[in-house]
T-cell receptor, first 112, second 114 residues
Framework: ELKVEQNPLFLSMQEGKNYTIYCNYS?????LYWYRQDPGKSLESLFV?????AVKQEGRLMASLDTKARLSTLHITAAVHDLSATYFC????????????FGSGTKLNVKP | DGGITQSPKYLFRKEGQNVTLSCEQN?????MYWYRQDPGQGLRLIYY???????QKGDIAEGYSVSREKKESFPLTVTSAQKNPTAFYLC?????????????FGNGTRLTVT
């Protein structure tokens, strides 16, 4: 059974601090996606990572992919309150493209 | 503007009734998906379709049915056989085939069954 595990599941941090969210997956894949969900809302695509060593940055968020370790990270730099949301990673398996498997999500709360 | 439209936003039903959730997209995407999200949980795949007139079961298909008669539309029926249907339902689409694209999500339908 394919597993996508995120940690931590909950993260409370002060504004201005740095932190990393981890996404481990159990299948062969070079397609990894990060999404953001605000409370009561739908999911918004943040990053698409398509190869080993891929790194994407947008503002205070930076995502990376290590396909050999089956690990993606989402790094938050100098957090601000507006980043408070739930972040999901999703894997698109090599053996079954376009069937996306999601992690449980990391609920981030940035305190002013 | 291209996007995915789900309707209705909120839906209330009595136990034992079937209910159909609508999902329409104008992104010209081949693949469409239905996910279920329970409070504080991740997304679980119910059904997906890579092409018109074809669909596959996801991990939690029991008690649900779908159809894909048109590229733009992928309605989900929650039947009375679904034991715990109250949840937030999200429809999504992607380019499909060999195209690489993230999922594009609709705004969701919140179903409450009492």
């Amino acid at each position: 059974e394919l597993k996508v595990e995120q940690n931590p599941l909950f993260l409370s941090m002060q504004e201005g601090k740095n932190y990393t969210i981890y996404c481990n997956y159990s299948t062969t894949s070079d397609r990894l996606y990060w999404y953001r969900q605000d409370p009561g809302k739908s999911l918004e695509s943040l990053f698409v990572l398509l190869s080993n060593g891929a790194v994407k940055q947008e503002g205070r968020l930076m995502a990376s992919l290590d396909t050999k370790a089956r690990l993606s990270t989402l790094h938050i730099t100098a957090a601000v309150h507006d980043l408070s949301a739930t972040y999901f990673c999703a894997v698109d398996p090599l053996y079954n493209f376009n069937k996306f498997y999601f992690g449980s999500g990391t609920k981030l709360n940035v305190k002013p | 503007d291209g996007g995915i439209t789900q309707s209705p936003k909120y839906l209330f039903r009595k136990e034992g009734q079937n209910v159909t959730l609508s999902c329409e997209q104008n992104l010209n995407h081949d693949a469409m998906y239905w996910y279920r999200q329970d409070p504080g949980q991740g997304l679980r795949l119910i059904y997906y379709s890579q092409i018109v007139n074809d669909f596959q079961k996801g991990d939690i298909a029991e008690g649900y049915s779908v159809s894909r008669e048109k590229k733009e539309s992928f309605p989900l029926t929650v039947t009375s056989a679904q034991k715990n249907p109250t949840a937030f339902y999200l429809c999504a689409s992607s380019m499909g085939q060999d195209g690489v694209s993230p999922l594009h999500f609709g705004n969701g339908t919140r179903l409450t069954v009492t």
